[in-house]
């Protein structure tokens, strides 16, 4: 019976807790919130970084937010604060900023350099959590120059949100016994794409052409079989010098990249050219001499066509992931 008897109490009680907590939500702040990005440039990818230049505004009633004090940007290495002005002649006060940030982020080189990166961006107000402030985003007009905010990409999207950013800690605060925080947070995500022929060939015409003169041992009379090895071994070399100087530039990754699959494709058909040639080379000392001419003439066909392929391939892959 006293079973019976608690149960109606403890739904009581209940639903007395989420009407507290739709209350308090209903009367924290709202903080309208725009932005407007004039710069994105020294993107980084060895150092996982890159540098964007915004106007940030803000639009809230609560004076005690003090947003040139309490602005927060997580994901940020440095923030500097160019301009900033409050206007509070209305019954609101309006807040415009001008800021860089250093950004860190982590970089999706699967396809590079054909790469689609998502760079992000948060706000958030150190001192006041989500029971006191709320973003809400401002999406009026643009919020980029398209012809001037980046340089060497394409900017596929610019979007605003807000969410809430929930920290498992309590601060060293005793009287929260729960330990998380919640604060809310103004989301940026910015989806860029870079125009990558020019790179790609600054990158890869090396390994092209060392490719090419290693092929060109197909080419090369049976009496000069030192310099057909030597002509092989050489570009497996140039390769990897090429695979190395391009690694330099990138951020360590787990994944076989594109670049990892062009410059292993690569090596592995000089090696078969260098099978080939010592198949020759033996056929010769046999005295079969026409017969390795004609190995030669098929071989080196199949071989450059297989090779084109591929890459053609694993290019289109790269390009419509």
Same mark, same amino acid.
């Given at each position: *019976?006293?079973?019976?008897?608690?149960?109606?109490?403890? %739904?009581?009680?209940?639903?007395?807790?989420?009407?507290?907590?739709?209350?308090?939500?209903?009367?924290?702040?709202?903080?309208?919130?725009?932005?407007?990005?004039?710069?994105?440039?020294?993107?980084?990818?060895?150092?996982?970084? +890159?540098?964007?230049?915004?106007?940030?505004?803000?639009?809230?009633?609560?004076?005690?937010?003090?947003? %040139?004090?309490?602005?927060?940007?997580?994901? =940020?290495?440095?923030?500097?604060?160019?301009?900033?002005? $409050?206007?509070?002649?209305?019954?609101?006060?309006?807040?415009?900023?001008?800021?860089?940030?250093?950004?860190?982020?982590? &970089?999706?080189?699967?396809?590079?350099?054909?790469?689609?990166?998502?760079?992000?961006?948060?706000?958030?107000?150190?001192?006041?959590?989500?029971?006191?402030?709320?973003?809400?985003?401002?999406?009026?007009?643009?919020?980029?120059?398209? @012809?001037? =905010?980046? @340089?060497?990409?394409?900017?596929?999207?610019?979007?605003?949100?807000?969410?809430?950013?929930?920290?498992?800690?309590?601060?060293?605060?005793?009287?929260?016994?729960?330990?998380?925080?919640?604060?809310?947070? +103004?989301?940026?995500?910015?989806?860029?794409?870079?125009?990558? $022929?020019?790179?790609? &060939?600054?990158?890869?015409?090396?390994?092209?052409?060392?490719?090419?003169?290693?092929? *060109?041992?197909?080419?090369?009379?049976?009496?000069?079989?030192?310099?057909?090895?030597?002509?092989?071994?050489?570009?497996?070399?140039?390769?990897?010098?090429?695979?190395?100087?391009?690694?330099?530039?990138?951020?360590?990754?787990?994944?076989?990249?594109?670049?990892?699959?062009?410059?292993?494709?690569?090596?592995?058909?000089?090696?078969?050219? $260098?099978?080939?040639?010592?198949?020759?080379?033996?056929?010769?000392? @046999?005295?079969?001499?026409?017969?390795?001419? @004609?190995?030669?003439?098929?071989? =080196?066909?199949?071989?450059?066509?297989?090779?084109?392929?591929?890459?053609?391939?694993?290019? *289109?892959? =790269?390009?419509?992931?």
């Amino acid at each position: *019976m006293k079973k019976k008897l608690f149960l109606p109490v403890i %739904v009581l009680i209940q639903m007395l807790l989420l009407t507290d907590r739709s209350a308090a939500q209903n009367h924290a702040d709202t903080v309208k919130t725009g932005i407007y990005v004039t710069s994105i440039h020294d993107i980084n990818f060895k150092d996982k970084e +890159y540098t964007v230049n915004f106007w940030l505004w803000l639009k809230y009633k609560n004076k005690d937010f003090n947003f %040139v004090e309490n602005l927060e940007i997580p994901q =940020a290495k440095t923030v500097d604060k160019s301009f900033s002005t $409050i206007d509070t002649s209305g019954n609101e006060v309006y807040l415009l900023m001008k800021l860089q940030c250093v950004m860190k982020d982590s &970089w999706a080189i699967d396809n590079f350099p054909f790469d689609h990166q998502t760079l992000r961006l948060s706000l958030e107000n150190s001192q006041f959590d989500s029971k006191s402030l709320i973003f809400v985003p401002d999406t009026m007009g643009k919020q980029f120059d398209p @012809r001037f =905010a980046l @340089r060497g990409w394409n900017i596929d999207s610019l979007k605003t949100s807000s969410g809430i950013k929930i920290y498992e800690t309590a601060f060293g605060d005793p009287a929260i016994k729960i330990p998380q925080t919640q604060y809310s947070s +103004y989301k940026v995500k910015i989806g860029i794409s870079r125009d990558a $022929i020019g790179l790609f &060939w600054k990158m890869f015409l090396g390994m092209y052409v060392a490719f090419l003169i290693a092929y *060109m041992c197909f080419y090369i009379h049976a009496d000069s079989i030192d310099s057909r090895f030597g002509l092989s071994v050489g570009a497996l070399f140039a390769v990897i010098g090429n695979k190395y100087i391009i690694d330099g530039s990138l951020p360590e990754s787990t994944t076989f990249t594109l670049v990892d699959t062009l410059h292993g494709l690569t090596l592995s058909f000089i090696l078969i050219i $260098i099978i080939s040639t010592a198949y020759s080379l033996k056929m010769i000392k @046999r005295e079969k001499v026409e017969k390795a001419a @004609r190995f030669d003439r098929v071989f =080196a066909f199949v071989l450059l066509a297989v090779y084109i392929v591929l890459n053609l391939f694993f290019i *289109m892959e =790269a390009l419509h992931p």
